[in-house]
């Protein structure tokens, strides 16, 4: 039932303790924290930097801007609500559409402008930030989910995260919501977790709950025919994730918007090491291939050929 | 590397001087290494406290001098700026400081080392003073002599009547006459008076005892009474409450007779206070311990040169870094994912108080009652500081309501819920039920298991008396164990948890292997 350590270094696996202590204290400087912790400000130097993110709408950061929200929501159509230091996505609000003062929300259900001013006014105060600090919220455009996942994902919207080393993108994986999930795309709470191979964007293998399966568990499709398009704009994405944070360790999760193609949705200086069991490889062996390179990429670009280049698996 | 190495480098220094003191203090200073074959040593230390009005003070305090089955290993006493000498007159010593000009707040310590020594069986009995008849004033004098009429008739000598009077001023539905003489009784010192006072009227010599129980970790302790009545030749000991006689076991005789236990000149305000601490000496170093170990700096720097109370204090905290390194080696090398990094600890510490079974009930109650009615508090929306406070107030109401109901059904363990730390419940219940809403009730149990897991096994080692005894007599050993903290800090490989977590690769690489194995047979 148990794995030896010499099996798992012979794998290359990144255990827990190694990563906290030669990837993210060594590689991620503790004042660049905030830069990713903030959603906000990670999305003012992504867009700063031409990373393409959602389209921010409006930022409420005092109590006072609140009474404008009627006037400011008006023009949108569509938008969601953002606490910027949130977490696990507690205290998101998605607004699909709106006639008049009848806003629809994503479950279906409808919701008042005044419930929409008090879900801002308790973001300002902290109910959904990490250790109840003031926050600010933030409005933004609502990404347009490409179809194309649609029959892979139960419920919630299914991301790519990418684990960049150094400016390297060096593994790769969708995460697809279940039933058990609860809409989340969160492996350790029951999501589909696929490895996806970093030189050509094709599926390697699929796990739920640390197990290899071959079908989603509730759309029943075959997730060896998961596809993702524009495979090399997101890994030079990722790739330049790492220019604009400085964190040497850092997850890149990405979604796909039908008209705007790959964006960025948040960034995480803890990324976990489950990416390694959906991808059924350590991730060792690639992050000392990065290690000993010697050439020096300057380029986001040329990280992310670099990578599709070695790290191919098919 | 450099860091590494300097880590290793500081490790290895702290465990060289750690276990090198220690090592020095067995060896040399002789203090044994394991607590097997020990007898043990009480320190009691008396305090005495008053507000000194500016003028010449002299404070006198009844001393200990010989008690039965305990023998003295050594006293002192400590008061800056004061003078001390010791009096005796008869049996009976005093302890007077005296100073010429002193104000404000003061503090006299004496300090007495003892150990049980069951040879010594002496009871100093002839010039011990007896207590008068004093004469009560009406109507305490008529419930006196009815009293005493009733106990006259159902007893027939000096013992057996102490016994039935002891029995009758104790009864749980006591006569008129009892009723009207303890009204005056507010202390166990006033009812021992009394006792005595009653036995003299009937002619039977008795006089008021006062002693210390020798138990572990007491801080402020009042002294114990009872009486002793001569019977025949012999003084014979009775216990106040339960008329039990033969002097108690474990008992440091502080004074007899009815002579003040401190008196105090140009004071006001005054008292004493007792604190008691057991430790454990070799049986063989007892006697000859005397002044041997004076003057080694390494016992003048020692805890032992703490005030009593503050040594008792010490004995818990120095345990708490055994609980940190159970945690660090359940986090780092096992994996367990508890609740709070270091609340396992406190949790533990409590469970000493209350011991182990009785503290995982009450910390599954406590916390499970918290979850649910926290779950209530969540649909409220409030502000985090808002909402932890909400739910420290609800567990201190589930404390109350445990204790009370407990106390109703006659579980006295359950009394104990109040040792643990509150605070720490409280957020024990606040991120238990974050997690219940964001991760679901299978993560909640996990981390609850895993939390109580840890808990229990902090609690086990720091409740082993070899390492009690190490902690407390070598704390140098923290050095030792800080630099192992150091190391384990340092430690980059698997956990036991990730040889199973990533078990199911291995599966997967070796199929493939064997599939491309078979796929290179097929094509060659």
């Not at chain 2, 016994?163 to 021992?192: F, H």
Request: glycine share 8%.
């Amino acid at each position: 039932m148990l794995a030896t350590p010499k099996q798992l270094r012979e794998l290359g696996i990144l255990g827990m303790n190694r990563r906290n202590v030669s990837m993210i204290a060594a590689k991620n400087p503790r004042h660049l924290y905030p830069l990713v912790d903030d959603k906000l400000k990670t999305k003012k130097i992504a867009e700063a930097a031409g990373i393409a993110v959602p389209r921010l709408l409006a930022v409420v950061s005092q109590e006072r801007s609140v009474k404008d929200l009627p006037r400011i929501l008006e023009k949108y159509r569509q938008f969601v609500v953002k606490p910027s230091n949130g977490s696990g996505g507690k205290g998101i609000l998605v607004v699909t559409h709106h006639d008049g003062d009848n806003y629809v929300k994503s479950s279906g259900d409808q919701i008042s402008m005044e419930s929409i001013q008090r879900h801002v006014s308790n973001t300002l105060s902290g109910l959904y930030s990490l250790g109840g600090r003031p926050d600010v919220a933030m409005i933004e455009a609502l990404v347009q989910f490409d179809p194309i996942f649609a029959e892979y994902s139960y419920e919630g919207v299914p991301d790519i995260r990418v684990v960049v080393y150094m400016g390297f993108p060096v593994m790769a994986m969708v995460r697809l919501a279940t039933h058990e999930s609860d809409g989340k795309a969160n492996l350790h709470q029951g999501a589909v977790g696929v490895g996806i191979d970093i030189a050509t964007g094709q599926p390697l293998r699929a796990v739920q709950h640390g197990r290899p399966v071959t079908h989603h568990p509730d759309t029943r499709h075959k997730l060896s025919d998961v596809k993702i398009p524009h495979w090399d704009r997101m890994l030079k994405l990722a790739a330049a994730c790492y220019d604009v944070t400085g964190m040497g360790y850092l997850g890149v999760d990405i979604v796909l918007d039908q008209n705007l193609g790959p964006l960025i949705i948040e960034l995480n200086a803890r990324p976990g090491l489950a990416i390694q069991v959906a991808n059924g490889i350590g991730l060792l062996p690639r992050i000392k291939r990065v290690d000993g390179l010697t050439d020096v990429l300057k380029k986001p670009d040329d990280r992310a050929e670099w990578s599709m280049r070695e790290f191919g698996m098919l | 590397m450099s860091a590494r190495v300097k880590v290793y480098i500081t490790a290895a220094v702290l465990v060289l001087i750690g276990l090198g003191m220690a090592l020095y203090k067995n060896l040399v200073l002789g203090f044994p290494m394991f607590p097997g074959n020990q007898q043990a040593v009480w320190t009691i230390e008396a305090e005495v406290n008053f507000l000194a009005s500016n003028e010449s003070v002299v404070a006198s305090l009844a001393l200990p001098s010989r008690s039965p089955k305990i023998s003295i290993l050594q006293e002192d006493s400590a008061s800056s700026g004061y003078g001390f000498i010791e009096e005796t007159s008869g049996s009976m010593r005093r302890g007077v400081w005296s100073k010429r000009n002193a104000r404000g707040q003061q503090a006299l310590y004496y300090r007495i080392q003892v150990y049980e020594n069951r040879s010594i069986i002496d009871v100093d009995s002839a010039n011990v003073p007896v207590i008068e008849y004093p004469g009560f004033d009406e109507p305490l004098e008529t419930a006196a002599i009815s009293l005493l009429d009733q106990i006259r008739e159902i007893s027939a000598n000096n013992r057996t009547f102490t016994s039935q009077l002891l029995l009758a001023l104790n009864a749980e539905a006591p006569g008129q006459n009892v009723i009207m003489l303890r009204r005056q009784t507010k202390s166990d010192e006033d009812l021992a008076v009394l006792v005595a006072q009653l036995l003299a009227m009937e002619g039977i010599a008795a006089r008021v005892i006062s002693g210390l129980r020798l138990e572990d970790g007491r801080r402020r302790q009042q002294l114990s009474y009872g009486v002793e009545v001569l019977d025949g030749d012999d003084w014979e000991y009775f216990n106040l409450e339960t008329g039990i006689t033969g002097f108690p076991d474990r008992f440091l005789l502080w004074q007899r007779g009815g002579q003040a236990l401190l008196e105090v000149v140009g004071g006001r305000n005054s008292s004493v206070q007792f604190s008691i601490v057991e430790n454990y000496r070799g049986t063989r170093e007892l006697p000859l311990n005397a002044n041997k170990n004076e003057g080694a700096a390494l016992i003048d720097f020692s805890i032992y040169s703490l005030p009593l109370a503050e040594q008792n204090a010490f004995k818990s905290i120095l345990l708490v870094p055994i609980g940190a390194l159970v945690v660090v080696i359940m986090r780092l090398l096992i994996g367990v994912k508890t609740s709070g990094t270091f609340m396992p600890i406190l949790i533990a510490l409590a469970f000493i108080q209350t011991t182990l079974v009785a503290g995982v009930l009450i910390f599954l109650t406590v916390v499970g009652a918290g979850l649910v009615i926290r779950s209530f508090l969540s649909r409220l929306n409030l502000l985090l500081v808002a909402r932890i406070s909400a739910v420290i107030i609800v567990v201190i109401l589930i404390m109350a309501i445990f204790s009370i109901i407990s106390s109703k059904l006659g579980i006295e363990r359950a009394l104990t819920v109040t040792f643990f730390p509150m605070i720490i419940l409280a957020w024990t219940i606040e991120r238990m039920s974050v997690l219940w809403e964001e991760d679901g009730p299978r993560e909640v149990f996990k981390q609850g298991a895993g939390s109580l897991l840890v808990a229990v096994i902090a609690y086990l080692c720091m409740t082993n008396s070899i390492i009690e005894h190490l902690t407390f007599n070598f704390p140098e050993l923290l050095l030792a164990l800080l630099g192992l903290i150091l190391v384990l800090g340092q430690y980059t490989g698997y956990r036991l948890s990730e040889l199973r977590r990533f078990e199911p690769m291995i599966e997967h690489f070796e199929a493939t292997e064997k599939a491309d194995a078979g796929d290179t047979k097929t094509t060659s």
